[in-house]
Structure formats: structure tokens, C-alpha cells
């Protein structure tokens, strides 16, 4: 099994509908983030979590929110979707210092209609 | 503040020739400074760190990375590329405490 995995692994949806994605790890860290991936900008950061506990908005949280269920798992939900939210979303987790780096999962490609 | 920079989108090489990724780093503090790859439709994975110990880093599939604090560089280089190492490319820097900062990614494309 991998150690941190998303579902679904693609989605369509039309504007204006929620939708949640889901993220899952067995690295037993602490620290998880959602990223979204648009070709040529890198990776931006969405929300991240130092705990179960912490949940903090990153550079571009306007239109989404999150969940941090367990240690282990990390949803981000999509309340309205539009259009312009159509990307590669990407789950990642490290541990409390970051020195290890990240491990990310496999991604959520997401198309709103 | 950290930010990194990516010099160049996209980089071109013949297989057989040396690739090098160029990544420049700013960082108030001694930083931790990564590099992963992505290939097509997969996550990002690590190829290689820095977390202050020896400055010349040797990463999976030949890479490595050298340290240069008064460059404040971190290029990533292989002596011969190879088909299967096109991929996109990014540089990230992190503090340890807060949060990583990924550059804007380079593709690199290898000919035959």
C-alpha cells in the first residue's frame, strides 16, 4: 500500500456542486497539506496541519476547507465548485521538523464543469 | 522570508549529456533545501536533501546536488542523462519549522 493515498484518483463535476477529496497516510506523522498543481505556477499551498488540532490556511484557501478527522487522514472539501478550481490537487505529509522532506500521494485530478 | 527561484521551465539535453537544473534559494535561516521529481501523472517524489550535513547531496538515479551557501545555490546535475529521466523537476526550501516552499518546477526533456 502506499503511504499516503488519495481518492479519487479523477473526478468531474459540474459548477456549483461540493465535492470532497480525501487523503489518507501511514507514515504516522503529524504534519499533512493540500496542495494544488496548475502547469507553469508550481505548487500552491492550500491548508496545512501540524496536528490534529492545528489547521491553518495556506496561500490560496478562498473556495475550499478542510477536515483533519485523525492523524492519519486529511480531506479537503470544494463547497461551490467553479471552473477555475479545475486542477492536480496533492496530498502530502512530513514529519515535525520537515528535514525528511515531504511524501506526497498520487493526486486528485479534478475537472469542474 | 524563504523563496526559491528556478532558473528556466524547461530544459532540453541529448541523452548521454550532463544535466543540470539550476535552483537558487533565499533564506534568513540555514535552510534544508530539496529536490523532487514528478513524472507524468504521479505525485512528487524525493530525489535528494540537504539538511546541513556533507554539501555535495547524492540523490536516487544518479542526481546530486551541491550546496553553495555564498551562491546561495542548489543545482541539481547528472553527468548522462537518460531516457526515462524526463520529468519536471522542483526545488524546495524549507526552515524546519514552518512550511516548504517549492519553486515553479523545470521540465527536462531528453532527446534521443
Known amino acids: 500500500d502506499a503511504d499516503v493515498t488519495q481518492t479519487p484518483r479523477n473526478r468531474i463535476t459540474k459548477t456549483g456542486k461540493r465535492i470532497m477529496l480525501e487523503c489518507s497516510q501511514t507514515?504516522?506523522?503529524?504534519?499533512m497539506y493540500w496542495y494544488r498543481q496548475d502547469p507553469g505556477l508550481g505548487l500552491q499551498l492550500i491548508y496545512y496541519?501540524?496536528?490534529?488540532?492545528?489547521?491553518n490556511k495556506g496561500e490560496i484557501s478562498d473556495g475550499y476547507s478542510v477536515s483533519r478527522q485523525a492523524q492519519a487522514k486529511f480531506s479537503l472539501s470544494l463547497e461551490s465548485a467553479i471552473p477555475n478550481q479545475t486542477a492536480l490537487y496533492f496530498c502530502?505529509?512530513?514529519?515535525?521538523?520537515?528535514?525528511?522532506?515531504?511524501?506526497f500521494g498520487s493526486g486528485t485530478r479534478l475537472t469542474v464543469v | 522570508a524563504q523563496s526559491v527561484t528556478q532558473l528556466g521551465s524547461h530544459v532540453s539535453v541529448s541523452e548521454g549529456a550532463l544535466v543540470l537544473l539550476r535552483c537558487n534559494y533565499s533564506?534568513?535561516?540555514?535552510?534544508?533545501l530539496f529536490w523532487y521529481v514528478q513524472y507524468p501523472n504521479q505525485g512528487l517524489q524525493l530525489l535528494l536533501k540537504?539538511?546541513?550535513?556533507?554539501?555535495l547531496v547524492k540523490g536516487i538515479n544518479g542526481f546530486e546536488a551541491e550546496f553553495k551557501k555564498s551562491e546561495t545555490s542548489f543545482h541539481l546535475t547528472k553527468p548522462s542523462a537518460h531516457m526515462s529521466d524526463a520529468a519536471e523537476y522542483f526545488c524546495?526550501?524549507?526552515?524546519?519549522?514552518?512550511?516548504?516552499?517549492f519553486g515553479a518546477g523545470t521540465r527536462l526533456f531528453v532527446k534521443a
Open positions: 502530502a505529509t512530513s514529519d515535525s521538523t520537515d528535514a525528511s522532506g515531504y511524501t
Open positions: 507514515k504516522g506523522h503529524d504534519r
Open positions: 496541519s501540524f496536528d490534529v488540532k492545528d489547521i
Open positions: 533564506s534568513s535561516v540555514p535552510p534544508y
Open positions: 540537504y539538511t546541513s550535513a556533507a554539501t
Open positions: 524546495a526550501v524549507s526552515d524546519g519549522g514552518f512550511k516548504t516552499i
